[in-house]
């Protein structure tokens, strides 16, 4: 992500195809579910770039399903500046908006730019966040996360160190259902009355986010 104004008017391009994580493809396809025109996308490459301003942030989801037993890995920068209040993140979910959604997340927490929140929900039910303390500051530069699950297992990356590491365990629900990969940034203020991310007191930069894929 970046956070200059003068950044949010130029369109993304391959100058960050660099930064794509090992062994995966850019992302050519995509929907934007709502806000399209804060969304920037360059096929070739897999960049792409969310903002928040004015009209709010947008959601963008890879156009296919993925199934267990493969991962998913972005570079992505956060937005600087005063971001309290928004949630960006990187997440799969069987279908976003849906009572009873696979998911796992990434969700970086606008009030803190040194963790970032992981969970996992099946059938609508989550309650398994965890946080992280990061060695950096999330906004400062491109940094690796990477999701690789599993029929057995599931495993959050974070520049190819493991943060955190999920077994099945017999008896208890598993995500199974097929998978889009989604990201968004949007205003969580109203969250806990705020106590989530922060409360967001509007700016007049612009935040993008940049993924490379």
Known sequence: MASDSESSDVAPDDQHEHLRPEGTEPLARITVDYTPDACRHA???????????????????FRARFLPGGAVAAAVRAPAGDTAGLNYNL???????????????????????????????VA?????????????????????????????????????EVIRR?????GEPWPEKPMYLYASL???????????????HGTSRKRVKREAH
Request: overall charge negative; charged content about 30%; glycine content about 14%.
């Open 43 to 61: 096929p070739a490459s897999g960049e792409i770039h969310v903002t928040y301003d004015h009209r709010g942030g947008a959601r963008w989801r």
């Open 91 to 121: 997440y799969l979910s069987s279908l976003e908006g849906s009572g009873d959604m696979d998911e796992i997340d990434f969700e970086f927490l606008g009030n803190n730019k040194r963790a970032v929140q992981t969970n996992f929900f």
């Open 124 to 160: 609508g039910c989550g309650g398994r966040e965890a946080v992280h303390e990061l060695p950096f500051d999330c906004s400062d530069g491109f940094h690796h996360y990477a999701v690789a699950w599993g029929a057995e297992a599931i495993k959050w990356r974070v520049d190819g």
């Open 166 to 170: 999920e077994e099945r365990r017999d």
């Open 186 to 200: 949007w205003d969580a203020s109203d969250v806990d009355e705020g106590r989530w991310t922060g409360t967001y």
